[in-house]
């Protein structure tokens, strides 16, 4: 099972103004989980903002004989190509890279700090 989705965006031709986008594929392979939004900015050269998502999943390893599941967090980074929204892998390795530099491990989500700093935003607090 994966995670889907979709963004409605606003267009005044769209009937009640709104189109409705599918999401791309997101991370696959969660028996169970939740999703929300980790931060909304601007993370690249165009105009758009970036949408980063915190996916909760659970992933199950196993050797043929014995196997185990745990839970985890990832992320993806989303953004718009003018035509559909696409995933951000160089992104989303910098915050795969964050969780596993952390003591805490990749059990407990980033916060919006070590989110921040991770994609090179910097700090909130000036």
């Known amino acids: 099972m994966c995670f889907s989705g979709f ?9 009640n ?9 997101l991370p696959s392979g969660s028996i169970v989980g939740g999703i929300k939004t980790a931060l909304i900015a601007n993370l690249d050269k165009d105009a758009d903002d970036e949408l980063v998502v915190q996916l909760q999943v659970f992933r199950s390893v ?22 559909k929204f696409v995933r951000v892998p160089a992104l989303e390795n910098k915050l795969a890279a964050k969780m596993e ?5 990749r059990t407990f989500s980033l916060s919006e700090e070590d989110t921040r700093n991770a994609l090179g935003l910097g700090s909130l607090r000036r």
């Not at 963004?7 to 009937?15: G, H, Q, R």
């Not at 103004?17 to 594929?25: E, F, M, V």
């Not at 196993?62 to 003018?82: I, R």
């Not at 530099?101 to 491990?105: A, F, K, L, N, Q």
């Open 101 to 105: 530099s952390r003591e805490t491990g």
């Open 62 to 83: 196993s050797n043929g004989v014995d196997g185990f599941a745990y839970g985890t967090v990832e992320y993806a980074v989303l953004d718009w190509n003018g035509k």
């Open 7 to 15: 963004a409605l965006v606003p267009d005044p031709n769209a009937k």
């Open 17 to 25: 103004g709104h189109r409705k986008l599918p999401l791309p594929p």
